[in-house]
């Protein structure tokens, strides 16, 4: 290695403030009023009446510089050269004379960056690296990403649904996408297919049997050499071994499958903040389109659209018409799997005569 | 250079459609780059075979045991060379970002040029899911001179591992009139000031902080972080009669009773003709028209957001703010998913004491995580094995009926210390009063 030349600063997280949309920054802590003229845009106003305007614009959040320039361009030329990111990969650009908006709007459109995200429309989608770049990924990332939001981008563009949607994917079942009004998470059907020839070598065999949630893995000697072996009636397939021991393949082109899970909630607003509820599984994982997966997302949301209220969440729209209208709307089927028998299920069961007819 | 490209017959069914295309940008780098031509190769195999052909190793820069991901190919020949040799070795920097995720554009443009000019496949994610740029695609020798042109500019490595983990606050104060607290301020205090643990892993597992300015909670800290910090306050919802009389006339009676009235989870606003308005130091009083108000009694408000999201403006949060700190949140891994729960009901936050105070809080929480936790066990589930009452007496919090739904329902308890734990109960109250 060549010799440094320079010695780290341990600086941490940077401060905002010489990034930050000078109005912004005057105004910082002193705003008093948003409204939301339009889909993508909105309007926030301060104390004092400074004014500045947000147009929110999709993005692949996996982005190459030129589009990356490309963005800082359209802040040069048509905004006042600043813009900031959500938690969903969507870009901000503010602007303090309202005038320029629609040109926004338009440079954005033109380079192909969709307007929208705003309030009640569903949003980009969280989303995790997948076959790109993570070392245990079930499926891609960015291919199902942009393939559904290829098919969601009406949603996107306008705001018709009941409230905001937020949605993500995960590539396996740790669920790094997160919790969401409708996730679609990778979920493994079968045990690990073990390499016994390669345990011992790259596994720290104890850390693996600590690791399982249900304690179905145990050391063994397998043709003279010393493994794991799986205990398949136990296992739950969750892959919890895989990431410590990769010799246990947890993932299969086959027995991977997709899972649907709605009415995970953070926010506070009404009901406490949720998790998302298992209601579809084995849909296969399909590339490079995963249209099965579309078909069962977009069926949720139509129903949602069409039923939910004013403000309901997915979760407060299933409250209150109940889950067996749910499967009834969807067409989704019910089956054991959808009844909890993890620790502490029970509270998840129906312990009353509420029952809807 | 400008490899030719692999067959990506996968691949190219991807750049069709509405929404921007990460294909086509892979192309676009792909013309002078070849890391990312033998990057679509690999990637493409994946969409052929339905695996992924990446396997972690050991890669950093000098001082820190983490911030770069590392990757090397799976995919090799008979002989074991990689198939896609360009991209045998494709490592992610994960690059903390300014609080709240503001960028210049010469910031943005900044960054592409000293990716490329250190050796970096030119792709970028923003951001991952904690909150990092990722800047994704070097080579092992490119590591330490890309993560110096960085730091140069003022930039540091994020987290990974069992460390402190790259955080996130909400827009907040910068551009939202419901933020109760400076959230940046909040996040570079606490994250800046344990970069230790960020930097040289040795804590149980991942310890991961959350900022958001109310309890819309727009980071997700409730879900995501094993210690949320969200804006709250105390006193009564402020209304503006201008704007909600405003509102009014956009809207509707039904509108009120339907999306607002009803909507209210503790059935703290009532429908009332203004001279039937009550008055009283708890209750706030919404002009809607010359004849009818809303009457909100905030001391039954859960401060859950939803009418001041639905009458922006018109109701704001009140003017003695803080913040509400829970503990605990995690994925599924082992235990399930679990929510960060109530260890501090209220804390101002607004004095340099207040942030201080905010510091000092997190230190503790990751000081007894640290000595109390199994490997590879989250904060949640170090509380889930020994109780919350055990944590809250380790961090030196008191007991709090704000912390639960309910009290216990089963009988299974030791109480033979109830006269004193009564007994402090009441001298905390005698002292909360004086």
């Known amino acids: 290695m060549a010799e440094r030349t320079h010695e780290t600063i341990e600086s941490g997280t940077p401060d905002p403030m010489p990034y930050m949309h000078p109005v912004m920054k005057e105004n910082y802590g002193k705003w008093a009023f948003h409204s939301h003229p339009k889909p993508g845009v909105l309007y926030h106003r301060a104390e004092n009446g400074a004014e500045v305007w947000t147009v929110k614009a999709g993005t692949a959040r996996q982005m190459d510089h030129y589009t990356i320039r490309k963005l800082a361009d359209i802040a040069d030329q048509f905004a006042d050269g600043y813009v ?118 790259v596994c720290e065999r104890p850390t693996v049997v600590a690791r399982c949630p249900v304690a179905a893995i145990r050391p063994a000697l397998i043709n003279g050499k010393p493994s794991l072996e799986v205990d398949e009636k136990k296992c739950i397939c969750c892959g919890a071994c895989f990431p410590p021991c990769p010799p246990m393949q947890i993932n299969d082109p086959v027995h991977s499958k997709f899972a649907i899970w709605v009415g995970g909630k953070n926010s506070n607003a009404r009901s406490k903040p949720t998790f998302h509820k298992l209601v579809a599984s084995g849909i296969p994982n399909n590339p490079p389109r995963w249209p099965e997966v579309s078909v069962v997302v977009k069926r949720i949301l139509a129903e949602y659209k069409a039923d939910g209220r004013p403000w309901e969440r997915v979760n407060e729209w299933i ?39 | 250079m400008a490899k030719q490209l692999h067959d990506t017959p ?39 075979t339905r695996f992924g052909y990446w396997k972690g190793g050991t ?22 060379s990689p198939k896609f040799p360009e991209a045998a070795e494709f490592h992610t920097l994960r690059i903390m970002p300014p609080a709240g995720m503001h960028y210049s554009s010469k910031l943005l443009r900044d960054f592409c040029d000293a990716w490329i000019e250190t050796g970096g496949s030119g792709l970028i994610a923003l951001h991952g899911q904690s909150g990092d740029i990722m800047l994704q695609g070097i080579k092992t020798a490119d590591v330490q001179r890309a993560f110096d042109k960085f730091n140069e500019m003022g930039f540091d490595l994020g987290g990974a591992g069992p460390a402190l983990r790259t955080s996130m606050s909400c827009v907040g104060a910068a551009r939202c009139e419901m933020s109760c607290y400076d959230e940046a301020r909040a996040l570079r205090i606490v994250i800046n000031n344990n970069i230790d643990d960020m930097h040289r892993p040795s804590l149980p597992y991942k310890f991961k902080f959350k900022f958001s300015g109310c309890p819309n909670d ?51 606003i009532q429908l009332k003709k203004t001279a039937a308005v009550a008055t009283g130091e708890k209750i706030t009083k919404v002009v809607l028209s010359d004849e009818q108000c809303l009457e909100i009694d905030n001391s039954n408000c859960v401060r859950c957001m939803h009418c001041i999201n639905v009458m922006p403006g018109a109701l704001l949060p009140g003017k003695d703010k803080g913040v509400t700190i829970l503990v605990g949140g995690k994925s599924v891994l082992k235990i399930g998913a679990s929510m960060g729960t109530v260890v501090v009901p209220f804390m101002k936050m607004e004095s340099d004491e207040d942030f201080e105070r905010l510091n000092e809080l997190s230190r503790t929480i990751i000081d007894f995580f640290a000595e109390n936790a199994l490997e590879h066990e989250r904060t949640g589930e170090m509380i889930e094995r020994i109780g919350l009452v055990n944590f809250l007496e380790g961090i030196g919090l008191d007991v709090d009926p704000s912390m639960i739904n309910h009290p216990r329902a089963n009988p299974y308890v030791r109480t033979d210390g109830w006269d004193e734990e009564a007994e402090k109960w009441f001298e905390r109250k005698a002292a909360a009063a004086a």
């Open chain 2, 59 to 80: 890669v950093g820069v000098v001082g820190y045991g983490g911030g770069v991901i590392p990757r090397f190919t799976e995919l090799k020949n008979a002989d074991g």
């Open chain 1, 84 to 201: 900031r990111f959500t938690t969903r990969s969507n870009i901000e650009y503010m602007v303090g004379d309202g005038a320029k908006v629609e040109p926004l709007i338009k440079a954005l459109n033109d380079n192909g960056f969709p307007i929208g995200g705003t309030a009640n429309s569903v949003s980009m989608i969280a989303h995790t690296q997948g076959w790109l770049h993570c070392d245990i990924p079930g499926t891609d990332a960015s291919g199902a990403v942009k393939a559904l939001m290829d098919e969601l981008h009406d949603e996107f563009v306008k705001c018709e649904m009941p409230n905001r949607v937020k949605l993500s994917t995960s590539c396996c079942e740790i669920n790094c996408g997160g919790q969401a009004d409708i996730a679609i998470v990778i979920q493994h059907t079968k045990p690990p297919k073990i390499n016994h020839d390669l345990v011992a070598n």
């Open chain 2, 218 to 268: 727009c980071t997700n800290s409730v879900q995501r972080s094993d210690m949320a910090t969200i804006g709250t306050w105390r006193d009564n919802i402020r209304s503006d009669e201008k704007l909600s009389r405003e509102w009014y006339a956009n809207h509707s009676m039904e509108d009120t009773i339907n999306m607002v009235v009803s909507m209210c989870p503790t059935r703290a």
């Open chain 2, 10 to 48: 996968n691949l190219d069914q991807l750049e069709s459609g509405p929404w921007p295309s990460f294909v086509t940008g892979l192309k676009r780098l792909a013309k002078d780059n070849d890391m990312t031509v033998d990057l679509m190769g690999q990637l493409e195999e994946s969409y052929k």
């Open chain 1, 319 to 357: 409250d209150r018409i109940g889950w067996p209208a749910f499967f009834e709307k969807t067409g989704l089927p019910f089956t054991k799997y959808h009844i909890d028998n993890w620790r502490g299920g029970r509270t998840s069961l129906n312990a009353s005569t509420h029952i809807r007819f």
